[in-house]
């Protein structure tokens, strides 16, 4: 039998796709100055091996021409150009890429810096042009040719003048609907923040007329609008530069300059690996907690770049829980991107670096703890409360990463102190980790149980915060040292009241603790005599797991 070929209805295909896979329709803009980039990369690669090629980088640039007057806006690239054929073949197929064939032919591997693979981005272009033409002259060719569809129904080919090597995409752009805003893609100011948002970090030049005002010559108070040829792009992002060309000032400026927060952050980190999975990422820990850190509407995430191209703006993935408040950004040569370029095919490269990006947050976290006491004490100020979330959450799967980073104020120095500190002043004798929780430091230290401890020289961490409690139940233990509530039962202290001896002193008392219990009846279980009280005549203790400041809290939540 003979196969046949499927029959594809390529107009409605081409609509479909073209509005299905993009979320945004700016990111038009970063596909075309994906393909100049790409093409002017093209000319380079070539150079490599071909001695009658030289590249010199200051003759390779994209320009972007926006025409209000004409409804056009034209990008224009010196890349390497397309023959009729790639013409027809790249921009006739759909879901043909000549990129990736080129990669493939010219054996480039680590084909470090093209981006195109899908054959689909081109199309991008239709979500906001009703025409689209292409003028192109390929390198080593005399002829230019022009290629211009309307999107649904096919594209004419034609021979054209032109005069230098190069491709200019010319789009006709859209009329403005009732709920689509298309003007906006002529306008200098809106283009000028598309291309930062995505392609802020393309090589090569991205080059446009804008309009500035300046004084009239000769006049004082006159001015007068003029146009000048501006680069757009930075180019070089900071994460490929050097970090011992880097300053405090540079990392402070690509923060507020990335709206990453209006603060100035605590510490950066830069990381770049080199390994099975390439990346470099830098990562901030701000200083002041976001207005809507604590609620629902907080987003977490990293920004994710693909060789410089902006893909997500929060990758949530890149982030565990207890680092949300990290902001920064990853790039990454080694993604498998999705068609639309806004998700990734597999996670796996993903989960390989998050999982680094948790561990070296946690190693510098630490080294501000242990070096920069001060900020760490402000980062904490901020962002305590969610490393002891993150103690609690997930059955304290992170306990063992966070128990290090978390701290409690200090009866005895009067600040926050870590466990670590705690446990190792700890006197010989002192069997457990005891802290007393409470609604402030003050009301912690009028409890009657906390002047018994303190009085054996024990240390007591105090407890203000609703998570403290819950989060050392889950760890339950630190350097084998327990922790222990000073209103629990028993609390391992030598001269602490025994079984026996309450239980003699009670017989002794019994019509007066019978009498106690009557009235108390419903509110306590026990009325018992107790060691522990100094200047206070009575404290409240409770015998199970669960303190009064835990009950009160399990009592307010919804269930
Ligand atoms: P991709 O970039 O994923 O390959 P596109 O649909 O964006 O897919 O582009 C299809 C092909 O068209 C590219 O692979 C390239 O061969 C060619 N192309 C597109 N734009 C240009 C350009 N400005 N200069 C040269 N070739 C281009
Ligand atoms: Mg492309």
Redesign the pocket.
């Known amino acids: 039998m003979s196969k046949k070929q499927f029959k594809a209805e390529s107009k409605r295909l081409l609509e479909m796709m073209i509005n299905s896979i993009y979320t945004h329709k700016e990111v038009f803009l970063r596909?075309?100055l994906?393909?100049a980039s790409?093409a002017i990369d093209k000319i380079y690669y070539k150079a490599l091996t071909d001695d009658a090629l030289s590249f010199n980088k200051d003759n390779y640039f994209i320009k972007l021409i926006p025409d209000q007057a004409n409804r056009s806006l034209k990008i224009l690239d010196t890349g390497i150009g397309m023959t009729k054929e790639e013409l027809e073949n790249n921009l006739g197929t759909i879901a043909k890429?000549g990129?990736l064939a080129f990669k493939k032919e010219n054996e480039i591997k680590d084909g470090y810096d093209i981006?195109?693979?899908?054959?689909?981005?081109?199309y991008a272009a239709f979500m906001v042009a009703d025409v689209v033409t292409v003028i192109s002259k390929a390198l080593g060719s005399d002829e230019a040719y022009k290629w211009e569809s309307t999107g649904a129904d096919g594209y004419t080919i034609e021979p054209v003048e032109k005069d230098s090597v190069g491709t200019e995409v010319i789009l006709k752009i859209k009329e403005n609907t009732e709920d689509e805003n298309y003007d906006e893609y002529l306008q200098e100011y809106r283009l000028k923040s598309i291309i930062k948002k995505y392609s802020d970090f393309i090589r090569y030049p991205i080059k446009m007329d804008v309009t500035s005002n300046r004084l009239k010559e000769g006049s004082e108070s006159e001015y007068e609008d003029y146009q000048e040829e501006q680069i757009i792009n930075s180019m070089v992002p900071i994460w490929k530069k050097n970090k011992s060309e880097l300053t405090d000032a540079d990392y402070e400026n690509f923060y507020s300059e990335k709206r990453y927060g209006f603060d100035k952050p605590i510490k950066h980190i830069h990381i770049s690996v080199e390994g099975s999975i390439r990346y470099n990422a830098i990562l901030y820990i701000p200083e002041k907690t976001p207005f809507d850190f604590y609620s629902k509407e907080f987003e977490k995430g990293l920004e994710l770049y693909s060789n410089g191209v902006l893909i997500m703006e929060k990758c949530a993935d890149l982030l565990p829980d207890h680092f949300s408040f990290v902001k920064g950004m990853v790039d990454s040569e080694d993604l498998s991107l999705n068609i639309s370029r806004e998700m990734l095919q597999h996670d796996r490269q993903l989960k390989l670096i998050a999982k680094n990006i948790n561990k070296n947050i946690k190693s510098e976290l630490l080294s501000l703890q242990r070096k920069e006491r001060e900020k760490y004490e402000e980062f904490y100020q901020s962002f305590g409360r969610q490393l002891k979330y993150g103690v609690y959450n997930d059955f304290g799967a992170n306990k063992e990463l966070l128990q290090d980073l978390i701290m409690f104020y200090s009866s005895k120095e009067k600040k926050l102190v870590t466990l670590d500190e705690y446990v190792s002043r700890m006197p010989e004798d002192q069997k457990y980790i005891y802290y007393a929780s409470g609604e402030s430091i003050d009301r912690i230290e009028k409890l009657p149980q906390a002047e018994f401890v303190s009085e054996k020289g024990y240390e007591i961490l105090y407890f203000t915060e609703d998570i403290d409690e819950f989060a050392i139940k889950m760890l339950m233990n630190y350097k084998e040292k327990e922790f222990k509530s000073i209103s629990s039962g028993d609390l391992g202290i030598e001269g602490e009241d025994t079984k026996d001896e309450s239980e003699a002193n009670e017989k002794e008392n019994k019509e007066l603790f019978d009498f106690m219990k009557n009235i108390l009846a419903d509110k306590v279980k026990d009325v018992r005599i107790s060691k522990r009280l100094k200047s206070h005549p009575v404290c409240l203790a409770t015998e199970g797991e669960i303190s009064i400041e835990m009950e009160k809290i399990l009592a307010m939540m919804p269930n």
């Open positions: 596909e075309l994906s393909n790409d890429s990129s981006i195109g693979q899908f054959g689909v981005g081109f």
